[in-house]
């Protein structure tokens, strides 16, 4: 069975001019359209497409990418609103609907929100939702230190940026742990720092402990080969360039070059670091 809403590898069974069609199972057969078809493919052959309903309701293919698939939050522009509900663009032709009862506040044309992408459960139909919270916190965070982890970051706060932590928990990376600006709807990798008691989770976007030590003093290392063996940056040096060149805090920077220089791989000088 395909799964709506996902990717699903898919073989083609019907070669047309107006597409193809793939095998989905159960006597299905599903069109791919002649614009999504890749090159040189044949009946027998394996595509990856993206499954969903088309405007007249059939189950359809495509190779373009949705900005989010079902079970995945991601910010999105509001393109249209009528009878139904809103409409947003979502990367492919149809646009992804947010009926009324799923908004929190009414939306707007030209607003970007932060929604769900779930199937129906009446319609089995591909839409999303702005109530966000009902879809995270619903299972216990078992995570250990240090995990690694995929972040989509929902918002800013006063002490941070609220994270949305493997589509299933609410995360916050401190602001006094990072030293660049972060930007709604950004994905990127964070470390597990802690799941406190009341299951609130700390991220962080850099390795944390001995592990971080080592990884970042790797960086410096590579970093001063190509710099033929020199860097003019010491513990001395602004935390905006450190974090510009090396992607971690002054304190795990310096950090790292007190392992390396007890390792006697550099020696640190007024001017900078260099490598022995």
């Known amino acids: 069975m395909v799964e709506i809403g996902k990717y699903n590898t898919l073989k083609i069974v019907k070669d047309l001019d107006f597409g193809v069609y793939l095998?989905?199972?159960?006597?299905?057969?599903?069109?791919?359209?002649?614009?999504?078809?890749?090159?040189?493919?044949?009946?027998?052959?394996?595509?990856?497409?993206?499954?969903?309903h088309d405007n007249e309701g059939r189950i359809i293919a495509t190779t373009a990418k949705p900005l989010a698939i079902v079970g995945e939050f991601?910010?999105?522009?509001?393109?249209?609103?009528?009878?139904?509900?809103?409409?947003?663009?979502?990367?492919?032709?149809?646009?992804?609907?947010?009926?009324?009862?799923?908004?929190?506040?009414?939306?707007r044309e030209g607003k970007w929100y932060?929604?769900?992408?779930?199937?129906?459960?009446?319609?089995?139909?591909?839409?999303?939702s702005a109530r966000v919270d009902k879809f995270l916190d619903n299972v216990p965070p078992v995570y250990e230190f240090n995990q690694e982890v995929d972040l989509l970051v929902a918002d800013e706060t006063e002490i941070g940026y609220k994270v949305i932590i493997n589509n299933l928990h609410w995360g916050l990376v401190y602001h006094n742990e990072i030293y660049r600006r972060l930007e709604r709807g950004e994905h990127l990798k964070g470390y597990i720092k802690e799941v406190r008691e009341d299951e609130k989770i700390d991220v962080s976007l850099?390795?944390?402990?001995?592990?971080?030590?080592?990884?970042?003093?790797?960086i410096i290392l590579d970093a001063l080969k190509v710099q033929n063996g020199f860097l003019p940056v010491h513990d001395k040096s602004p935390a905006e360039e450190i974090y510009s060149l090396f992607g971690c805090s002054k304190k795990s920077f310096k950090q790292a070059i007190g392992a390396l220089y007890k390792k006697k791989l550099i020696s640190i000088e007024p001017t900078g670091i260099r490598l022995i």
């Open 23 to 52: 095998d989905g199972g159960d006597d299905l057969e599903i069109l791919l359209p002649a614009r999504y078809v890749p090159r040189n493919v044949k009946p027998g052959d394996e595509v990856e497409v993206f499954i969903y």
């Open 206 to 218: 850099t390795r944390l402990g001995y592990e971080k030590v080592e990884g970042i003093a790797g």
């Open 114 to 128: 932060l929604v769900y992408v779930h199937l129906d459960h009446v319609t089995k139909r591909i839409v999303a």
């Open 74 to 107: 991601q910010w999105m522009e509001c393109k249209s609103v009528n009878d139904m509900g809103a409409f947003l663009e979502w990367g492919l032709m149809k646009d992804l609907l947010v009926p009324f009862r799923e908004q929190k506040m009414p939306m």
